[in-house]
């Protein structure tokens, strides 16, 4: 889909494009960047490094001008560099391995005193993959294609996090024995791309796990819609897929009109519980109706709620969190707690640095146990098992009397809504998270911020360029607050 978004931008599949967490994260990586380079000129003043980012941009935007073609002139750039035998770092190096086709930008290229190079490349994500050691293989073979073949590239190293890269903290391995499996996978990329066509359909986005966290989704969902999808019904597995569609249910429409006269006899085709085949067959119906109802559903009810939840107390609280997990020490991954009242009270706790988180959550837990001295039997309402899971993860660390509070908050007063709507109504729509479920009982939000992404979004906006200190002189950090407010004030209204 990148593919034809650059050589056919104006195609129809390229118009629903989402990329604004995409976009948001390639400026922080940028940062990350900026703070590793700031750790050379820091640590290693008395190195000679060169910054060539400035001639790259330069050149986007005299391409025209160099007889070579671009990446070759960009990769120019880089041989030039070195022709000083003072140079020590260049930052934003390109290398263009000609034969391959391949072009990169390195973001630190080093050259040790014995002519050896070391290859280094900042992530924001604080977790190595698969797909970051080969993108620097592949940088590392694009260099020596330039340089001729006595010299080698040794090492390449990844500087993960900015909290790593503002202390040079980078994990190096060789590369030896890599470089094989790096010429394979480029083999069977060359192969891939050579016989790409605009014409064909695109992978399959109900075989790609992934393909809704991408800026793709939209286009996902729309192939999934046009061809009325099964990947489309609510908690479906992808192995419930393919054994309906060998039984000839191919569309969730086929699977919304099965016979219940045929129920016995699909089941025993496709090897699926007939309990099981009965859900998806009425997940699927009241998806068909809220589809030709233009979205108007009623829910399904299996169990009254009534019959899992806890009782109703005064001193109910309903949260949730702001998070960027990506995040890491000294920074804060949960940057606000939200708490709201069953009488409407609304409290809340920002935090920017992991010290901060920490305190605050003990300021969280002091309240919440504070309120249950006054209410034995409340509960806090979550929906989703993230807040859990959070909690879990904001007790490392904390004093022990609270860590044991975090257990036993999690343990005896934290409710996960989720999984009780999941198992006692069924709904007409695709899924059962909070923005999907609050249609049943509120109108669309129309805020600025609406969305976990937008939250996101705004923080890191406001972290680069902030617009005031609090809520009273921030806007970004107001909508978010009421976004969060808005998030608690649902899952209350959910409850109700």
Known sequence: MDKLLREYPNDSRCTRISNGVEKLLASRGSLVEVKLLNWFSREHSDWSLIDLSGAVSKMKADAGRHGTTWYQACANETMEALKSAETRVLYQAPVYDSDRGFFGIIDFLIRG??????????????????????????????????????????????????????????????????????????????????????????????????????????AATDILQNRDDPALIANITRSQRAKLKVAG??????????????????????????????????????????????????????????????????????????????????????????????????????????????????????????????????????????????????????????????NTFIETILVDLYPIVKGSIMLGLPGYGLKQVEKMYRTTRTNAVAAAEDSMIAYMHWLDAPDGDTCATSTTLRQIRDYNCEDCRSTRQLLT
């Not at 192969?191 to 796990?209: G, H, L, V």
């Not at 960027?324 to 020490?329: G, S």
């Open 113 to 218: 005193v014995e002519g050896d190079y070391t290859i280094w490349d900042t992530k924001l994500a604080t977790h190595p993959t698969a797909y970051h050691v080969a993108q620097l293989i592949g940088y590392a073979t694009a260099l020596e294609s330039m340089l001729g073949s006595d010299s080698k590239v040794q090492k390449v190293g990844l500087v993960l996090g900015e909290h790593a890269a503002e202390h040079g903290a980078v994990s190096e391995v060789s590369t030896d024995g890599l470089r094989a499996s790096f010429h394979e996978s480029w083999r069977a990329f060359e192969e891939f791309y050579k016989a790409f066509d605009p014409n064909r359909a695109p992978p399959d986005p109900a075989e790609e796990p992934q393909a809704n966290l991408t800026r793709w989704a939209h």
């Open 249 to 406: 249910f191919g569309s969730m429409t086929s699977i919304a009109n099965m016979p219940s006269t045929a129920l016995s006899k699909v089941s025993a085709d496709t090897r699926i519980k007939p309990q099981t085949l009965e859900r998806l067959r009425l997940q699927a119906l009241l998806q068909c109706r809220t589809r030709d109802m233009d979205g108007r559903n009623d829910p399904e009810v299996a169990i009254p709620a009534s019959e899992l939840l806890p009782s109703d107390d005064p001193g109910d609280v309903f949260l949730d969190l702001e998070s960027l997990p990506w995040h890491k020490p000294p920074a804060a991954s949960h940057y606000l707690i939200g708490v709201y009242t069953r009488r409407g009270n609304y409290r809340s706790w920002w935090s920017q640095t992991h010290d901060e988180e920490h305190r605050n959550t003990c300021s969280m837990l002091d309240f919440i146990f504070n309120r249950l001295d006054q209410f034995p039997r409340m509960h806090a309402y979550c929906y989703g098992h993230y807040e859990r899971s959070a909690f879990s993860r904001l007790a490392v660390g904390l004093p022990q009397k609270y860590e044991e509070l975090v």
